[in-house]
């Protein structure tokens, strides 16, 4: 299995010399199976440059999971060029929302409206398929076994497990460990961490022991408790603690903070593997997510 990143920034695009080594696209990564398929996950702004590159191996038969439809996981979509051309394949897949009662395709028809963008979804060359699909409802891509989990996010999220041939990486997309809003003497306090702690061990089930983790790293914890709890995201700490407790061989942080300068974003990870009393086995197995960066395993 070979991973890569195109986009590895939270919230917005961030182009700009202060951001060139770890890259400015949002959420964006490529998965190939060992038969070589396709997998996508995400449609930030780096399935622009993905797309592109996909332009040497045409025809292409694309699937793309998405986490959930926040801008900076979809925004990519309009510009996947092979959609402008016929005899390609795109298959999206994504969690039908109860909130606005609309399922993948409905929520993302959006993007292509006459007042967002030029060209309509009945003008593409190749139209995309959209399968609505469920948590914890494994399903097959080519030699390739995709498991989604519902995440902590204020919009549904689906982190995946994508397994070939036992090896294994789990994407968290945005996520937040989720924490008992009710103080200890409060009579809600059992019942509310009751269901909290059956929603983690399904999560924790379907993590444990993957090779590769990427997860969710917005914040440090000082950031994290000035006013950004309930936000949905996690910080290098609790992305540390994940992979300590799923014994995760390796781990990517990602969802970098747009604010957040190379510098800055180097400071803060030398910051938290010191917090955490990382040893010299975990530091190099626990590392930055940075755009164009391929591993295979
Ligand atoms: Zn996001
Ligand atoms: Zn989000």
């Given at each position: 299995m070979k991973v890569k990143?195109?986009?590895?920034?939270?919230?917005?695009?961030?182009?700009?010399?202060?951001?060139?080594?770890?890259?400015?696209?949002?959420?964006?990564l490529e998965v190939r199976t060992d038969d070589g398929q396709v997998i996508i996950?995400?449609?930030?702004?780096?399935?622009?440059?993905l797309?592109?590159?996909l332009?040497?191996e045409?025809?292409?038969?694309a699937h793309?999971?998405?986490?959930?439809?926040?801008?900076?996981?979809?925004?990519?979509?309009?510009?996947?060029?092979?959609?402008?051309?016929?005899?390609?394949?795109?298959?999206?897949?994504?969690?039908?929302?109860?909130?606005?009662?609309?399922?993948?395709?409905?929520?993302?028809?959006?993007?292509?409206?006459?007042?967002?963008?030029?060209?309509?979804?009945?003008?593409?060359?190749?139209?995309?398929?959209?399968?609505?699909?469920?948590?914890?409802?494994?399903?097959?891509?080519a030699d390739a076994?995709?498991?989604?989990?519902?995440?902590?996010?204020?919009?549904?999220?689906?982190?995946?497990?994508i397994?070939c041939?036992?090896k294994?990486l789990?994407?968290?997309?945005?996520?937040?460990?989720?924490?008992?809003?009710?103080?200890?003497?409060?009579?809600?306090?059992?019942?509310?961490?009751?269901?909290?702690?059956?929603?983690?061990?399904?999560?924790?089930?379907?993590?444990?022991?993957?090779?590769?983790?990427?997860?969710?790293?917005?914040?440090?914890?000082?950031?994290?408790?000035?006013?950004?709890?309930?936000?949905?995201?996690?910080?290098?700490?609790?992305?540390?603690?994940?992979?300590?407790?799923?014994?995760?061989?390796?781990?990517?942080?990602?969802?970098?903070?747009?604010?957040?300068?190379?510098?800055?974003?180097?400071?803060?990870?030398?910051?938290?593997?010191?917090?955490?009393?990382?040893?010299?086995?975990?530091?190099?197995?626990?590392?930055?997510?940075?755009?164009?960066?391929e591993i295979e395993w």
């Open positions: 990143f195109w986009g590895v920034r939270g919230s917005i695009a961030t182009p700009g010399p202060s951001t060139v080594r770890y890259g400015g696209n949002t959420t964006c996950v995400d449609a930030g702004t780096g399935l622009h440059p797309s592109l590159s332009l040497a045409l025809p292409v038969e793309v999971l998405i986490t959930h439809t926040h801008w900076d996981h979809i925004q990519g979509l309009p510009f996947f060029i092979p959609q402008f051309i016929p005899g390609n394949s795109l298959n999206i897949y994504g969690a039908f929302d109860p909130v606005t009662q609309k399922n993948i395709g409905e929520t993302l028809s959006v993007q292509l409206q006459y007042s967002y963008f030029p060209v309509r979804e009945v003008e593409l060359k190749t139209k995309p398929n959209f399968t609505t699909i469920n948590q914890r409802e494994s399903f097959a891509i076994t995709i498991t989604p989990v519902m995440m902590n996010h204020p919009v549904i999220n689906l982190g995946y497990k397994a041939n036992g294994t789990f994407f968290t997309g945005d996520h937040e460990p989720p924490y008992n809003i009710y103080d200890r003497d409060d009579e809600s306090y059992e019942l509310y961490q009751s269901v909290l702690d059956e929603r983690n061990q399904f999560i924790y089930e379907v993590m444990r022991g993957v090779d590769v983790l990427v997860a969710d790293s917005s914040y440090t914890p000082e950031e994290y408790r000035s006013g950004k709890e309930g936000w949905g995201h996690g910080t290098f700490d609790s992305s540390i603690g994940m992979a300590r407790d799923l014994g995760v061989d390796q781990l990517f942080f990602t969802h970098h903070e747009p604010t957040r300068s190379d510098d800055a974003l180097e400071a803060a990870y030398r910051e938290a593997l010191d917090r955490c009393e990382c040893n010299n086995d975990e530091r190099a197995r626990f590392q930055l997510a940075r755009e164009g960066v």
